[in-house]
């Protein structure tokens, strides 16, 4: 798993020629490479090269990697290269099953075997809870085990596999050539050993190991990566007997070492490139995220970027649209959907070709119908989409469409087909997610709101740094988001009006749940013990030193046993006021994450900041991404720790407000800079001693413990109806 931050244009630039410059250097000469002659120990006869067949530049970088590196006799690695054609993710017509060779299904308590988290607390249940592995991983492993069943096939005793996106670090042929020499060494049978990472990772707090000489070393367990790696026929034999592969290969691998002979060089001598943009989807990354194993902003952003922009999609009403809106911001694209006009700066740049626009998709835009040939000729290297319905009759304006896009680059998509990604994504050029094609109801085309919004409306607020993400909008001094009219119906998610409020004298166990849980950036365990019901004062939210093994301290959490779609949202809260201590209100859901949040921090409780995390998907999309979301500071006017203030959320599908004892004091429309949450959530209140300084202070042991009160919860909003099979 390589969670490695991909390089900024100019920094591959500079990479690439580094990279190029390397081969004006003497090559490098290895005894381990070659046919073994009479009386000689074994060698590496054979070489194999994983690619793509639509990377052939990088076979071709690979080429002169091993044309720099002779074996004894002088002969370029090169001539002892076979390329292995790998298998394209992009090519899974249905979402893959589990076969004799794949099984996609695999766990957290798998992943932290190999890595464990020592920060994490993961429930039994998030612990058993199956993973589906991405179809990047899927094809990943499918290519490595073809790989393994030529050399078991073959009459070469040793095989070296690469990846197409690895380079030969400095020193790599004496480095091997003295590892090999020390396991020729200890050598007492046929095979000297299954298998020989050069390319690897070690977890983060270290690898279990055992040095079995100066230059070699046994893992136990604990190494990422199989982009470079000497594998033995006997190794070879052994693991297609262990198949099938269960997660990612390189997760699978580590749970074989128990009987595998595995052995690694001292140290990594064979690096992975990092201006070659990788292909490959985590399917762990949620999991890890949301027990808070994730503590690293970019490992825990998603840093897929699509190459072919811009996209334009038409197509007659109720003939998949939306959905195909939502799927191409699950591709990374920032979309535009569902709207009668473009607002007008937008409309402007596109139209002129200015680079500094806002989205690079555009779905059932009105005012696009009929600047087809318009933007044909401003973006030549466009990609086209039209949608198609049985049941949708296609009118003259359609029929134009299609006409003016006569020879364009075009994909039709069908709402009936079954391979919706396959389509889709062979058309973009990207890998698939590991999760359904979204099913939405068709939106219609909105119209914008006219006008702009006071600047007496709102509270002066100020922006800290935010998350870079395809789903958030960097600022902009003429960009105020898409400000639309709600299409009566438009969301297709059954819910139930409901109103309720409670003054908290007691736990209400219809609507409450106490949580008994943590995460990583939380310095504290949940307790229930940590919340007191007191008549006139509501509950008590209470953090405390105390050892808990896995924490130091304890605090409180309330969560709502329904989860509700849109509605106002309002809780009369006294927060704490020790630095370091969060105080919390907030709607959130996981699968995809979704979060509209109010905090105030106990360093600066005159303060509040409100934010917004949006992960795209339908109903259990593994998209949890997000790491500082898109937040907001308001400047309150008051004290929030001195007495107590009714603050609220007020949820809507196109707009987002957020009120202080009634006031309006932030709004946000939709992709300003986020687009706006649109499945259910859960409503949570809680108070916690953070890790983080930047967002609350460092925690201030001798003012502990400390309390949160809230007073009352009142809700009016839209229960989500939950089917009898969930």
Same mark, same amino acid.
């Given at each position: ?174 480095? &091997? ?78 749970? /074989? ?123 030549? /290297? ?30 039709? &998509? ?143 959490? &309330? ?168």
């Amino acid at each position: 798993m390589n969670l490695s931050r991909p390089l900024l244009a100019p920094s591959k630039l500079l990479y690439g020629i580094a990279m190029r410059c390397r081969r004006l250097l003497p090559r490098q000469i290895s005894r381990t490479f070659g046919f073994s002659s009479p009386g000689e120990g074994p060698k590496i006869e054979r070489i194999y090269v994983i690619n793509l067949d639509r990377q052939p530049a990088r076979l071709a970088e690979m080429e002169q990697e091993l044309r720099h590196v002779l074996n004894w006799s002088g002969v370029e690695l090169w001539n002892l290269t076979e390329r292995s054609a790998a298998v394209d993710a992009n090519h899974f017509m249905l979402e893959p099953l589990k076969d004799a060779d794949i099984d996609p299904s695999y766990t957290l308590g798998e992943q932290l075997f190999v890595e464990p988290q020592p920060l994490a607390l993961p429930t039994r249940l998030e612990l058993n809870s199956p993973i589906q592995m991405s179809r990047p991983e899927i094809a990943v492993a499918r290519s490595h085990i073809n790989v393994w069943r030529q050399v078991a096939a073959s009459n070469h005793e040793y095989a070296l596999v690469l990846e197409d996106d690895v380079w030969f670090r400095s020193g790599f042929a004496s480095h &091997l050539d003295q590892a090999w020499g020390e396991i020729e060494a200890k050598g007492d049978r046929k095979s000297n050993f299954d298998i020989l990472y050069l390319s690897y990772e070690e977890v983060k707090h270290g690898a279990p190991k055992t040095f079995l000489s100066s230059n070699v070393f046994r893992p136990l367990r604990g190494l990422w990566h199989l982009s470079g790696y000497v594998i033995s026929r006997e190794g070879a034999e052994k693991l297609l007997r262990l198949l099938p592969c269960r997660g990612p290969v390189d997760l699978w691998i580590n749970h /074989q070492f128990k009987v595998l002979d595995v052995h690694a060089t001292r140290r990594s001598i064979i690096s992975q490139r990092r201006d070659f943009s990788s292909t490959n989807s985590y399917s762990i990354l949620p999991s890890l995220t949301k027990i808070g194993a994730i503590t690293s902003e970019g490992a825990s952003l998603f840093h897929v970027r699509p190459s072919e922009r811009p996209v334009f999609a038409f197509g007659p009403g109720s003939s998949g649209l939306s959905s195909l809106a939502m799927a191409l911001s699950m591709l990374g694209y920032r979309c535009c959907s569902d709207l009668q006009t473009l607002p007008s700066p937008e409309f402007e740049m596109l139209l002129t070709g200015r680079g500094d626009r806002v989205f690079d998709a555009y779905v059932n835009i009105g005012s696009l119908r009929g600047e087809v040939r318009a933007l044909r000729e401003r973006y030549p /290297q466009a990609k086209f989409i039209v949608t198609t319905s049985k049941i949708e009759v296609t009118d003259e304006d359609d029929f134009k469409i299609l006409d003016d896009l006569n020879g364009a680059d075009i994909a039709v &998509l069908h709402l009936e087909s079954f391979n919706k990604w396959q389509i889709v994504c062979e058309h973009l050029r990207s890998a698939p997610p590991a999760c359904a094609f979204p099913e939405f109801a068709d939106l219609g085309q909105r119209q914008l709101l006219c006008g702009t919004i006071e600047a007496d409306a709102v509270l002066n607020c100020e922006t800290p740094k935010r998350d870079k993400s395809p789903w958030v909008v960097e600022p902009r001094q003429w960009w105020q988001g898409i400000r639309s009219v709600p299409i009566e119906g438009g969301s297709p998610i059954t819910t139930a009006p409901v109103r309720a409020s409670d003054c908290l004298k007691f736990l209400d166990t219809r609507l409450w749940l106490l949580r008994n849980d943590t995460f990583t950036g939380n310095l504290a365990l949940f307790r229930p013990s940590n919340i007191e019901f007191r008549s006139g004062l509501g509950a008590a939210l209470n953090i405390k030193k105390e050892s808990l093994g896995v924490r130091e301290y304890s605090a409180a959490s &309330l969560t709502s046993r329904d989860r509700y779609l849109f509605g106002r949202f309002e809780a009369t809260i006294k927060a704490s006021n020790v630095p370091g201590v969060v105080t919390g209100f907030f709607l959130h859901r996981d699968s995809p994450r979704q979060e509209i949040d109010i905090e105030i921090a106990g360093n600066r409780t005159d303060r509040l900041l409100v934010n917004v995390f949006y992960n795209p998907g339908d109903e259990g999309a593994k998209f949890d991404y997000g790491y500082r979301g898109a937040p907001s500071y308001i400047d309150l006017g008051f004290d929030a720790a001195e007495s107590y203030h009714r603050f609220a959320i007020e949820w809507g599908p196109c707009e987002i407000r957020w009120y202080v004892d009634n006031r309006l004091v932030h709004r946000r429309a939709d992709w300003e800079p986020t687009p706006i949450p649109h499945l259910p959530m859960a409503l949570h209140v809680n108070a916690w001693p953070s890790r983080s300084k930047e967002l609350a202070g460092r925690l201030t042991n001798r003012r502990l413990p400390t309390t949160t009160f809230i007073r009352s919860i009142t809700l009016e909003a839209n229960r989500h109806r939950r089917s009898l099979s969930l």
